[in-house]
């Protein structure tokens, strides 16, 4: 679910009684906390792969069985209705929302350390890694606005999840290919996008809760883009067990 903020370009100039080194300092620390939340959420799927990963009954029951199914239609499910929940709801179930989506995430993931080298696999996650922090930066320091390139690949992104679908029943392994280079590319514009989005919809003047709830938002979507991108990268350049 892309992230389209209703009051762009108003982060730098609402609240009169800011300066703009204090909106800065604001800023700043607002982004931070959507990292922060981000990054441990990958951490917290990293830690649930594994966990399913090391026991075979577990990997069996959950990630292999059709209890896979269940984890995919969630996955599709809580993204979205988890932003609703995020930034209208409780704010314990925005979060519950937020590490129930992580925690599903890792589980649907986790054969994926029996397809592929566990040399690859971290290889791959560097990689991803300088690619999000590089299409992150370019996103929140550019004057572009990136908001038409983010409708259309947001469009894009429903065209992937068809194609997905349809090649499960294809299993075609060039179709695939040619499928993770296109999730690549559209996902790499989004990360750029999105942090665009996230930082515009920062306001000097939210109340602690708001921006709170803003924060957890915005780390479910940049969360969405890097995992996305670490998937299919792997499809890529992940050497195979």
Avoid at 29 to 37: E, F, H, I, K
Avoid at 44 to 58: D, H, N, R
Avoid at 126 to 147: E, H, M, Q, R, V
Avoid at 183 to 198: D, K, M, P, R
Wanted: hydrophobic share 55%; with cysteine.
């Amino acid at each position: 679910m892309s992230y389209d903020p209703q009051h762009t370009q108003h982060a730098q100039t609402f609240g009169v009684t800011a300066t703009r080194d204090e909106i800065d300092a604001g800023l700043r620390a607002y982004m931070l906390r959507v990292y922060n939340y981000m990054a441990l959420g990958v951490a917290f799927t990293g830690i649930v792969a594994l966990v399913v990963a090391s026991s075979p009954a577990l990997m069996q029951t959950i990630a292999l069985g059709p209890f896979k199914w269940v984890l995919f239609i969630g996955i599709l499910g809580l993204g979205w209705f988890a932003p609703k929940v995020i930034l209208t709801g409780s704010s314990v179930a925005g979060h519950a929302a937020f590490w129930a989506y992580a925690a599903m995430w890792g589980a649907l993931i986790a054969p994926m350390f029996y397809v592929y080298t566990e040399a690859s696999i971290a290889r791959v996650f560097f990689i991803t890694s300088g690619a999000f922090a590089g299409l992150s930066l370019y996103g929140y320091t550019t004057k572009k606005d990136l908001a038409p390139m983010g409708r259309f690949l947001a469009m894009a992104s429903i065209g992937i999840l068809i194609a997905l679908v349809v090649n499960m029943f294809l299993e075609s392994s060039g179709f695939q290919t040619v499928l993770s280079v296109v999730v690549v590319l559209v996902f790499a514009g989004l990360t750029a996008y999105e942090t665009q989005a996230i930082k515009e919809s920062y306001f000097q003047d939210d109340s602690h809760d708001i921006q709170s709830r803003k924060a957890v938002f915005g780390a479910f979507i940049l969360y969405g883009c890097f995992i996305t991108l670490f998937i299919w990268m792997l499809h890529l350049f992940g050497n195979r067990e």
